[in-house]
T-cell receptor, first 123, second 116 residues
Framework: NAGVTQTPKFRILKIGQSMTLQCTQDMNHNYMYWYRQDPGMGLKLIYY???????DKGEVPNGYNVSRSTTEDFPLRLELAAPSQTSVYFCASSYRDPALFTRRGNNLGNGYTFGSGTRLTVV | EDQVTQSPEALRLQEGESSSLNCSYT??????LFWYRQDPGKGPEFLFT???AGEEKEKERLKATLTKKESFLHITAPKPEDSATYLC?????????????????FGQGTILTVHP
């Protein structure tokens, strides 16, 4: 069981180049998310998806696009890379709403499963 | 706008020296408050979800508590392996359509270092 897999782990882009960050999960999770993490800042939501064919913008979507053609994959596309997109990108997934209270099962609650991240530098 | 502020930004402890991390939040109808642990170069790892004021949850040396305005992560007799960044996040109430879609607002984290 691999969980959430992100590729590549590191990438350097030149200004104006484009690339796709890959994210795949093998847990049959419906909900998937893309966040970016900048030093000293909290994770910011870029895009999210609640199922195949359904995506929506998060807090910081400008300069990014996503698609969700299958349950497993949720790629993030950067068009015309800019230095402001230098960041660490995390993909996450959950079976359903992580705040859904369940009286049975794990007493600790439910949360996201995160990938290991992609460190992107735009120069 | 939902906001989460964590304090302190960094905390250095000696092994065995208990302490607490704070997470203050403002949210339009709290649906859940989450604690995650993040090791350097890795993605965050889920620890707890708290749903309502007064709730407490424990895991090994960690205990999370929740009030209407803040949450605390208490660390009892910490060990060097507890060194990590601890992230707090909130999920707001239900949006139009009857679901909140699991979107989280994160704090900036507290970097915990435990010295042997």
């Amino acid at each position: 069981n691999a969980g959430v897999t992100q590729t590549p782990k590191f990438r350097i882009l030149k200004i104006g180049q484009s690339m796709t960050l890959q994210c795949t999960q093998d847990m049959n999770h419906n909900y998937m998310y893309w966040y970016r993490q900048d030093p000293g800042m909290g994770l910011k939501l870029i895009y999210y998806s609640v199922g195949a064919g359904i995506t929506d913008k998060g807090e910081v979507p400008n300069g990014y696009n996503v698609s969700r053609s299958t349950t497993e994959d949720f790629p993030l596309r950067l068009e015309l890379a800019a230095p402001s997109q230098t960041s660490v990108y995390f993909c996450a997934s959950s079976y359903r709403d992580p705040a859904l209270f369940t009286r049975r099962g794990n007493n600790l609650g439910n949360g996201y499963t995160f990938g290991s991240g992609t460190r992107l530098t735009v120069v | 706008e939902d906001q989460v502020t964590q304090s302190p930004e960094a905390l250095r402890l000696q092994e065995g020296e208990s302490s607490s991390l704070n997470c203050s939040y403002t949210v339009s109808g709290l649906r859940g408050l989450f604690w995650y642990r993040q090791d350097p170069g890795k993605g965050p790892e889920f620890l707890f979800t708290l749903y309502s004021a007064g709730e407490e949850k424990e895991k090994e040396r960690l205990k999370a508590t929740l009030t209407k305005k803040e949450s605390f992560l208490h660390i009892t007799a910490p060990k060097p392996e507890d060194s990590a960044t601890y992230l707090c996040a909130v999920q707001a109430g239900v949006e139009a359509g009857g679901t909140s879609y699991g979107k989280l607002t994160f704090g900036q984290g507290t970097i915990l270092t435990v010295h042997p």
